[in-house]
């Protein structure tokens, strides 16, 4: 099993940035694309961002593409989610997970192990 936590979660005024970190444990996560999801009330979980973990693919939705970067730190099993210039419409509850395809997904279903989510707000 792999254990995946996030953290970093807050409020921001449009403009602002946070990074979100999501550490992972149990097993590593070598084998394994680290995605980025966020999922808005009322709305359906969406994808934002991919890594492998091995590497250096990335793939970003067009919506976060120049105001996001996806990024991991091996040595401490930790994705991060750097969040720049975010707006309104970033609002949202940010999941991170995993999957073991070859090839990183955008779509949710791919993935096999998810976090709790960590609440993102971002007021005009």
């Known amino acids: 099993q792999l254990q995946l936590v996030e953290s970093g979660g807050g409020s921001v005024q449009a403009g602002g940035s946070l990074r979100l970190s999501c550490v992972a444990s149990?097993?590593?996560?070598?084998?394994?694309?680290m995605g980025w999801f966020r999922q808005a009330p009322g709305k359906e979980r969406e994808f934002v961002a991919v890594?492998?973990?091995?590497?250096?693919?990335?793939v970003y939705a067009d919506s976060v593409k120049g105001r996001f970067t996806i990024s991991r730190e091996t040595a401490k099993n930790t994705v991060y989610l750097q969040m720049n210039s975010l707006l309104p419409e970033d609002t949202g509850v940010y999941y991170c997970?995993?999957?073991?395809?070859?090839?990183?997904?955008?779509?949710?279903?791919?993935?096999?192990?998810w976090g709790q989510g960590t609440q993102v707000t971002v007021s005009s």
């Open positions: 149990g097993r590593t996560p070598s084998a394994y694309n």
């Open positions: 997970a995993a999957d073991s395809a070859v090839m990183p997904s955008t779509t949710s279903d791919a993935y096999d192990y």
């Open positions: 890594i492998r973990w091995t590497g250096f693919r990335t």
